[in-house]
């Protein structure tokens, strides 16, 4: 079965800071991971795929199959980095994507 | 706006009620999916359709729930016999299937809050 585990529901860093959002994941297959964001009453918006390998906003994930992790991280967060991450494992046929319960990030100034 | 477009943002029905949602996905995307968020989770899958087919439902999915993709654009979601466990956000997604597996990029609609009382 798929799983998808946000460990943290709260994080809070001052501008500035480095952060990092942890997601851990459960699959047997070969693994699809997202991360997608939510800001503010805005809609659900993909950030950034592992597949991809890119950086967005300045913000990286790399996929680690050993330790089943695909943890979000920014050296240097901004107040406009405020908002919803949700970690997302795409599989099954239907290529459905299975949600973590996701962490509210808060950058203070 | 180009985007995934859900119909209403906001329902309140009474228990028992039916109630039935629309989604509009982006023109050329022939893959849609409706989701359920309830408070202080992630988004949940529910069904797929891809074109009219609708080709996968999860467990979630009980027999009071039905969905349609008549013609292989707009998508319903209906609700009968509504329960207060239903109050949730209901959010459609809709893509293309790229060239590989995590090209597929979904995209949301703003969803509809439902709230049964």
């Known amino acids: 079965a798929q799983r998808v585990t946000q460990p943290e529901k709260l994080l809070s860093v001052f501008k500035g800071a480095p952060v990092e959002l942890k997601c851990n994941y459960s699959y047997s297959g070969s693994p699809e991971l997202f991360w997608y964001v939510q800001y503010s009453r805005q809609r659900l918006q993909l950030l950034l795929r592992?597949?991809s390998r890119e950086s967005i906003k300045g913000f990286t994930a790399d996929l680690n199959k050993g330790e089943t992790s695909f943890h979000l991280k920014k050296p240097f967060a901004q107040e406009e980095d405020s908002a919803m991450y949700y970690c997302?494992?795409?599989?099954?046929?239907?290529?459905?994507?299975?949600f973590g319960s996701g962490t509210q990030l808060t950058v203070l100034p | 706006d180009t985007g995934v477009s859900q119909d209403p943002r906001h329902k309140i029905t009474k228990r028992g009620q039916n109630v039935t949602f629309r989604c509009d996905p982006i023109?050329?995307?022939?893959?849609l999916y409706w989701y359920r968020q309830t408070l202080g989770q992630g988004p949940e899958f529910l069904t797929y359709f891809q074109n009219e087919a609708q080709l996968e439902k999860s467990r979630l999915l009980s027999d009071r729930f039905s969905a349609e993709r008549p013609k292989g654009s707009f998508s319903t979601l209906e609700i009968q016999r509504t329960e207060q466990g239903d109050s949730a956000m209901y959010l459609c997604?809709?893509?293309?299937?790229?060239?590989?597996?995590?090209?597929?990029?979904?995209?949301f609609g703003q969803g509809t809050r439902l709230t049964v009382v």
């Open positions: 592992h597949i």
């Open positions: 023109s050329e995307h022939n893959r």
């Open positions: 997604a809709s893509s293309f299937p790229g060239q590989g597996p995590s090209d597929t990029e979904a995209f």
């Open positions: 997302a494992l795409g599989g099954g046929s239907a290529r459905q994507l299975t």
